[in-house]
Structures are given as C-alpha cells and as structure tokens.
C-alpha cells in the first residue's frame, strides 16, 4: 500500500494565511508538491485567492469581495488575529496572476485551483473559467481546475484545462453516476462524508484526494481505502512523517 500524496490545503494554513503567497512558498520549501488554493473574482472581474465571499474572517473587514475593486485590495491585510497579526501585518491578498508567477518559480508543484461557487454565481461559468485558464495558461499543464459545479468542469476542459476535479457534496449513489458521467480526472472529497464501515471508495478513471487531514494515522487509513491524495493545513507537520515524506507528486507518470 502507497502512502498518499500531501496537497497543502490554502497552502501551509496551520502557520500562514490561507491562500497567500507567503502560505504557498511556505508549503513550497516545506516539500509539498502539491498545493490547493481558493478563486474569487473582485468588482472589476480580477481572480484573487480568497476563500470566503466576504473578508470578515480572514481580514476583519466585513465587506463582500464582489464589492471591492482590485486596487483597493493593496489596503486589506490577511492578518488571521490568531496566527501572529503583527508577523503577518505586511500580507495580503493576492490575485491568481500572483499566484501563477510563484508557480512558475517552484516547476515541480502541481497546483489545484478551485473556482468558488460565489463567483461563479456572480459572474456566469463562461467568464470566470476562461478568466482563470487564461492566467493559468503558463503552467496549464500544471494546473487541475477543481470546483463543486459540474458545468465549470465541462467548460474547464473545453478552455485547455488538461485535467478537472470534482469536489463531492455527497458520497451516494446518485453521485457516483454523475462522477461515472463526468469522468473527471479526480475526485474530491471530505473523508467524514464517507459512510461507516465503508471497505474502499469508487473505482474510475478518477484518483481520490480526502480532506481535511491532519493525522498521519487518518492519511494511512484513508490510502487503504483507495486515497491517492490527502489535502492538509498542516503540511509541514504532515511530511513528517517518513512514509508521507517518501511519495512524491513528481514520481508520479501520470502526472
């Protein structure tokens, strides 16, 4: 049995702000291969790396993302009170191009972009998927566009996305055919959502990443039923451990 492959979940988040720069390279000279982050669009249609709709959490600014032009954000600081305001008072948010830029810099890290459904909503499928392959265009290949909505996935692939993910709501019957139907490269999913005394996941042309996972024993036991991924916070802590530490998302052919 493989161990499975790390992604860092919004980065290296148990230590960073979520879904930053300083969160990804963190993640990056850590060791993670792989990393996910969050795409939201501003006012004046610009993709950033936020979670959440509105800022409150991450910021303390209670103001919804769809509100604020780009340029505004240089004033708004991803401070997460609890993870050190004053060390973390010079980051914000960044956009995807950003983002892609770093990428760029790191060639060995595959990136899971995961368009969110209030931008979605928002702005129409057509303009935010084709916003997003269009900045993600010089690492595509490294980049898997991944999103609860099964229509962006289809319009991902037909705008060059190489390979899609799609992030479960529900682990039942009804899912798996639409998985069946989609085909996706990958399937997405929190590992509470799998029924008790579950023996392995669906089998397809899929690879299965869990999340969220902080525990080498949880990762261990999620790889015996079928894991080929798990997602992480804390992906320092979690490459650890050494058989985590040994599978690598570049030894992968696939990939």
């Given at each position: 049995m493989d161990a499975p492959i790390l992604i860092a979940h919004r980065g290296?988040?148990?230590?960073?702000?979520?879904?930053?720069l300083v969160a990804l390279e963190a993640a990056f000279e850590a060791g993670?291969?792989?990393?996910e982050f969050d795409v939201q669009f501003t006012n004046d249609g610009v993709p950033v790396l936020l979670h959440d709709a509105n800022l409150k959490r991450t910021t303390g600014t209670n103001k919804r993302i769809f509100s604020i032009d780009a340029e505004?954000?240089?004033t708004i600081v991803v401070n997460e009170a609890k993870k050190q305001p004053k060390k973390f008072s010079h980051v914000g948010i960044p956009s995807l191009a950003s983002a892609i830029d770093l990428l760029q810099r790191w060639p060995q890290v595959r990136a899971f972009v995961e368009v969110k459904q209030e931008s979605l909503d928002a702005y129409g499928i057509e303009k935010v998927v084709k916003a997003v392959a269009g900045i993600c265009s010089p690492v595509i290949d490294r980049c898997v566009?991944?999103?609860?909505?099964?229509?962006?996935?289809?319009?991902?692939?037909a705008m060059g996305f190489e390979a899609i993910g799609w992030i479960l709501k529900t682990y039942d019957d009804e899912t798996l055919s639409q998985a069946?139907?989609?085909a996706p490269d990958y399937l997405f999913c929190n590992h509470t959502k799998l029924p008790d005394g579950i023996e392995a996941v669906w089998?397809?042309?899929?690879?299965?990443?869990f999340y969220e996972v902080t525990q080498a024993k949880t990762a261990s036991k999620l790889a015996r039923l079928g894991a080929d991924y798990v997602e992480t916070m804390a992906v320092a802590e979690m490459l650890g451990n050494k058989a985590l530490r040994s599978r690598r998302c570049v030894d992968e052919q696939n990939l």
């Open positions: 290296y988040a148990k230590r960073y702000p979520e879904n930053t993670a291969d792989c990393v505004k954000l240089d566009l991944i999103s609860y909505d099964l229509l962006s996935l289809r319009c991902a692939r069946t139907e989609l089998q397809g042309p899929w690879q299965w990443a």
